[in-house]
């Protein structure tokens, strides 16, 4: 007997650690969520073409001063040799031989901030950018701002209800799991409210055997989760240019306390409940 209830004991620890470490991986996605569109906007580039009379010189003190701008994440100098080398990637070295000079001025490519990467803000950018005398034009693609702002709203919104529902399935899934294993000792719970034990003594061993069992399973949810972001960073290096590591510590708090709370709520309600149930109930 004793073998059989710690049979089902690792058997729904397991089940739990398996469900809480999905909770990790939504916590995880969920927190990130904001570091992930930003890093789509600040990837962005404008471009500020100078006007053909700029030298190399007077651009480089143009950039010393955006780089000081609030909404200037980096900047990057293109000379007229750089960009002619990148126009003739693009379109041909016969397509600049029509032309006696390089028809190539020298440019800056800029990336923003992330929260300036919306119309509005892009609008006010570019006026206070063109202000300069040195600046010809600046340029960026207003189509690719608004398909951007769009697609991260509807992902966001996507991902939000994806979350919802994961937490909810685990919910139930570390519920019945929880039930079932307190369902498997009812006999026991009938035995001692026979001999005059009162519902608070009834629950006691039950919710301390349930603490034991959250804080277990949630440590193996997060030393799997924690392994398996370690075996990915050789492979995915850049995903942990996105995800701020800092945050783990708060994924790991969500995790123990959905163990916790779930487990102790679990117990709690179908501890009661088998209290409360006839002898003849517990048969079925």
């Known amino acids: 007997m004793r073998r059989r209830l710690m049979n089902a004991y690792l058997s729904s620890v397991i089940s739990i650690s398996l469900v809480l470490l999905l909770v990790g991986v939504a916590s995880m996605l969920l927190v990130n969520a904001k570091g992930v569109s930003d890093y789509f906007k600040e990837n962005m580039q404008v471009s500020v073409m100078m006007k053909q009379t700029v030298s190399d010189e007077d651009a480089l003190e143009f ?37 006696e000079t390089s028809p ?21 950018v570019k006026n206070e950018i063109s202000a300069s005398p040195l ?5 960026y693609q207003r189509s690719l701002v608004d398909a951007l702002n769009a697609n991260l709203s509807r992902i966001s919104l996507v991902l939000g209800v994806f979350i919802a529902l994961l937490l909810f399935i685990s919910f139930v899934l570390i519920n019945n799991t929880v039930r079932l294993n307190v369902f498997a000792r009812r006999f026991t719970i009938h035995t001692m409210k026979l001999v005059g034990a009162t ?5 006691a061993p039950f919710l301390v055997q349930a603490v034991f069992q959250g804080l277990f399973s949630a440590f193996i949810a997060i030393s799997v989760l924690v392994g398996l972001m370690f075996l990915m960073r050789s492979s995915f290096a850049r995903l942990f240019e ?5 945050l783990l510590l708060l994924v ?31 048969y079925y």
Request: glycine share 4%.
């Open 63 to 99: 950039k010393e001063v955006l780089d000081g701008e609030r909404y200037i994440r980096s900047t990057a100098f293109v000379s007229k040799e750089q960009g002619r080398k990148e126009l003739a990637q693009q379109l041909g070295d016969d397509f600049l031989d029509v032309f």
């Open 199 to 203: 519902r608070s003594f009834i629950r």
């Open 104 to 124: 190539i001025p020298v440019s800056i490519d800029v990336t923003l901030e992330a929260a300036y990467v919306s119309a509005d803000s892009l609008e006010m």
């Open 252 to 282: 790991m708090g969500i995790v123990v306390a959905s163990g916790l709370v779930i487990c102790l709520a679990s117990t709690y309600f179908v501890v009661n409940r088998l209290i409360s149930v006839r002898k003849d109930e517990l």
């Open 135 to 139: 600046v010809d034009e600046v340029i």
């Open 242 to 246: 996105i995800f701020r590591m800092d």
